[in-house]
RNA sequence: GCCCCGUUAGCUCAGUCGGAUAGAGCGCUGGAUUCCUAAUCCAGAGGCCAUAGGUUCAAAUCCUGUACGGGGCACCA
């Protein structure tokens, strides 16, 4: 319908006005939907924009316009209002079209179909060092849903995390679970400050001790001393510590490193999935470091790529990156001097293979923390001759737990973050899932853990599924097959309540398109929200299985409409849509 | 100091990529249930859209300055 009369309106403009405007054609009509329902469905802006270009007020250039529109069966009034706005009002049948649609295409009304294009999203990536806290659940909900989202869009979607088992923090978490095996045997041994001390590890530990009883203790005194020790912070302490004990250990170190990652992303794969976030791709840093039969290995090749460009050079035994010829602040080390590589090398060569596996749209789901972080990650890119616009990222504000009106603390230094187990045991995972997505991404979140697990109104997650439950109860006490349905007449549903909630079925389509466009899935939130407050208004000043039976299957025939889309939307942010409550 | 993000009702937040009289929920005030789920609804009060300029037919929306808040500026990840 909007198409149409764009057509029409376009073909007035350029008959009327393409000897005066060159480029007609790249003027915007700006068709949209009204609030006002006295200012008819749709209105255009048009009059107003040609205004200044033809010199003539906008008043007089509508008229024109208007002269010229032909009124049929489907767009029956054509008005100008206010400063010149061109209003058009559509008829019952065309505004109630929309029903029939959502009848025929069911669960896929909203889904566009295919563009074939690929999208990679990469989110959670928590490095493997502890579980998942509340502070990675709202990067995991909002890729997850997102994901969806897209697909309900019409890409192709691969979800992947990024796992850091690599370098300095890897080696800080083997120590770690070194020294709780340890103390199995040598209740002398401390952790030191800089180590991981969540119980977590405790419990790995067992698991080690049970697989491999004392094969990894060390009888040792001098080890054993090391951990007594009151001055054991710093850096420089906990590298030499990693050293000695890598030394001691021989290629035992990296059996019990291994072991240390594996067992964490098992509690992480299970946080995951409990959450309803399935990632199908897990992608290793230390793969980017695995060597071939000529030694080579891709970090390595990536920093290569970029020496070809000269943007490589070396400067106090560090070998640096030119970033800032690529619109960053600083130069950024590659290789440390201590003959590390940096987690941006390692970063470098990632995006490179992400490029480089053919999608069309690469997007990242970062912390708002790590703003700074993307320049020259783009940098690097560029420096290869990759697109840098390829890759996107959207980022996340932290989210803050708040109980009984009061922010709950949580700082990272004592380790005292909520993980997001203990989040999902009091709230469930849907509630968790529905208030992270609540929020704008890049808007600071107050999760309310009350609120979350209310049952009222107030928590717009049941308001939604309490609309949709209390459809599925019309029905089953109509005992009305609702295939039937098809047959009602629609020109009966003709209160302004009802034409109002027509309507805004007919937005959700576009609705999706924009969530998904500009990657804002909350839209998708305030649009069930108010779709269902609707809804219950109108369940409160109607009734619906009453006597007159064709005026009875037209209204049913509209809940059943409104039945489909809250299914369609919860669908897509991952919800259910329960049939009783 | 430099760079990002934000500032809308007492509180928590939307706001259709510039449109007509700025919207929800909570909270507050007052109402609705012999009836399809009151787990709900209806009505009322509540605003200098942080601030000062600019752009234009039109600005909460775009541009610039200022104030305030959050984040970032490592041979950490």
């Given amino acids: 319908m909007k198409a149409k009369i764009e057509d029409s309106l376009r073909e007035i403009i350029c008959n009327l006005y393409s000897k005066n405007i060159s480029n007609i054609n790249d003027i915007s009509l700006n068709l949209q939907e009204n609030k006002e329902k006295a200012h008819g469905d749709l209105a255009s802006n048009i009059a107003m924009v040609l205004a200044k270009p033809l010199g003539k007020s906008p008043i007089e250039i509508a008229k024109q316009i208007i002269d010229q529109y032909e009124i049929d069966k489907e767009i029956i009034n054509v008005e100008i209002a206010g400063p010149g706005f061109i209003n058009f009002f559509l008829s019952k049948d065309s505004i109630s079209e929309v029903l029939r649609e959502i009848d025929q295409k069911k669960q896929h009304f909203g889904k566009k179909v295919s563009c074939e294009q690929k999208v990679l999203i990469e989110y959670v990536s928590s490095n493997p060092t502890g579980p998942l806290h509340v502070g990675h659940g709202r990067g995991a909900a909002f890729g997850s849903v997102l994901s969806d989202l897209l697909r309900e869009a019409g890409y192709e979607v691969d979800e992947e995390y990024y796992v850091n088992d690599f370098g300095r923090q890897i080696d800080i978490l083997a120590l770690s679970l070194w020294v709780r095996y340890a103390q199995f045997y040598d209740k002398n041994i401390q952790m030191f400050s800089d180590g991981y001390q969540g119980e977590y590890l405790i419990e790995i530990a067992e698991n080690l001790k049970r697989n491999n009883a004392d094969a990894f203790f060390i009888k040792d005194e001098d080890i054993h001393s090391l951990f007594n020790s009151d001055n054991d912070k710093g850096e420089n302490f906990v590298d030499s510590l990693v050293e000695k004990i890598k030394v001691k250990l021989g290629k035992d170190y990296s059996q019990i490193k291994e072991f240390a990652v594996q067992e964490i992303l098992k509690l992480i794969k299970s946080d995951l999935t409990e959450f309803g976030v399935n990632h199908n791709s897990w992608f290793s840093e230390s793969s980017l470091y695995a060597e071939d039969r000529n ?287």
């Fill in 295 to 581: 030694s080579e290995f891709r970090v390595k090749k990536s920093i290569e790529e970029l020496k070809a460009g000269g943007f490589v050079y070396e400067k106090d035994n560090a070998i640096w990156f030119k970033s800032s010829k690529f619109n960053d602040d600083k130069d950024r080390v590659l290789k440390r001097g201590s003959g590390d590589f940096t987690y941006f090398a390692s970063d470098v060569a990632y995006h490179i293979d992400k490029y480089e596996r053919g999608y069309e749209k690469i997007l990242n789901i970062w912390g708002s923390d790590h703003h700074g972080y993307l320049p020259r990650v783009k940098a690097a890119l560029e420096a290869c001759n990759k697109d840098r616009d390829k890759l996107e990222v959207v980022f996340v504000q932290f989210a803050s737990l708040v109980r009984s009106g009061k922010k709950v603390s949580m700082s990272t230094r004592s380790g005292e973050f909520i993980s997001i187990k203990e989040l999902m045991d009091e709230v469930t995972p849907n509630a968790a899932r529905f208030f992270y997505i609540n929020r704008k991404a890049d808007q600071h979140l107050e999760f309310d853990l009350d609120l979350a697990k209310e049952q009222s109104k107030d928590n717009p997650l049941y308001y939604i599924q309490y609309a949709h439950a209390r459809i599925c109860s019309v029905f089953r006490k109509s005992k009305i097959d609702e295939d039937s349905l098809s047959e009602a007449d629609l020109n009966l549903l003709d209160s302004e309540r009802e034409t109002e909630i027509i309507k805004s079925l007919g937005q959700y389509p576009k609705i999706i398109e924009r969530a998904a466009n500009s990657y804002e899935p909350h839209l998708i939130c305030y649009f069930l929200r108010e779709l269902s407050a609707s809804f219950h208004g109108y369940y409160n000043n109607e009734k619906f299985l009453i006597e007159d039976e064709d005026l009875m299957k037209s209204r049913l025939f509209l809940l059943k409409g409104i039945k489909q889309v809250i299914q369609n939307g919860l669908r897509v942010l991952g919800q259910r849509a329960p049939k009783e409550m």
